[in-house]
């Protein structure tokens, strides 16, 4: 049986939906985000992020009432991760915000699910959507390592994967701190993954993994938010890649480092998940 939505649950959605419309207004953007269809998306995530995935969010006090560009390790083979990241800023973090998911183009073809997904506000993460929405005040939130860090084998799972440059070239641009983000727990709702590469190339499929499970199971989700990163602007708006790739490499150091303490201090799924937890140090 799913989780319920309380009386206590919707007064505070509410609640949060009043705030958002002081924030954003009620008519749909130019990228589909409609706030009231948002709102009654939560009324289903919402039980699901607190009594299904039982997340725990640390580091709230890091988040100030101003614009960030939201920086994550991506795992759980699908956007789960981003879903719970999502909920945690608008029904947790005050002021509530809605975080702009930048998605990968293969995910807007998704029949149905881009469509909902927009109305909640995901983007396709191309760089002039991205500057637009930064011009505009907006928060967004982006996963550096793109495919490969959201579809890992079960041997990689809590090693994080190399980023990409173009994050850190938009907050230089935009002059944008960067806020990173660790998510530990989503890698044991698909547990024992095997990626066929090989067969998802030959269909056009970003990622084919084969699972023993094909539904999330209840794994305990911590959320992780770090200190904000200012970035270099000592450089130009367009440096060398040889420039920034020693900032880039320190802020998915620092990542790798809160998953590696979330790992220590996660909560037990089930014993059979022992095996699992030195995965983000190194093993």
Request: hydrophobic share 40%; with cysteine; net charge negative.
């Amino acid at each position: 049986m799913l989780p319920i939505l309380t009386k206590e649950d919707k007064k505070e959605i509410d609640n949060v939906f009043n705030e958002l419309v002081v924030r954003y207004g009620e008519r749909e953007d130019a990228w589909g985000l409609n706030l009231r269809k948002a709102c009654n998306n939560i009324k289903y995530i919402y039980p699901l992020y607190k009594n299904y995935f039982k997340v725990r969010l640390f580091g709230k006090e890091n988040v100030q009432d101003k614009q960030y560009m939201v920086v994550s390790n991506h795992s759980g083979q699908i956007a789960i991760d981003g879903l719970l990241i999502g909920t945690a800023f608008s029904m947790e973090i005050k002021p509530s915000r809605i975080l702009r998911p930048m998605v990968e183009r293969f995910f807007t073809s998704l029949p149905f699910i881009n469509k909902w997904a927009n109305e909640c506000g995901a983007v396709l993460g191309d760089r002039d959507n991205c500057m637009n929405l930064l011009e505009k005040g907006e928060s967004l939130l982006i996963f550096p390592e793109g495919v490969r860090g959201v579809a890992k084998s079960t041997k990689d799972f809590y090693k994080v994967q190399e980023f990409t440059r173009g994050f850190y070239r938009m907050a230089i641009k935009a002059g944008i701190e960067i806020l990173p983000v660790a998510v530990v727990g989503a890698e044991e709702v698909f547990p024992y993954v095997y990626q066929a590469k090989g067969i998802a190339k030959k269909f056009g499929l970003p990622a084919l993994p084969l699972s023993a499970n094909y539904f999330p199971l209840p794994s305990p989700i911590d959320i992780y938010v770090g200190k904000p990163i200012k970035p270099e602007t000592a450089i130009s708006d367009d440096p060398a890649d040889s420039e920034i790739d020693p900032l880039i490499d320190q802020i998915e150091a620092e990542i790798q480092h809160m998953i590696d303490d979330g790992l220590d201090n996660r909560r037990e799924f089930w014993p059979i998940m022992k095996e699992n937890k030195g995965h983000g140090h190194g093993e």
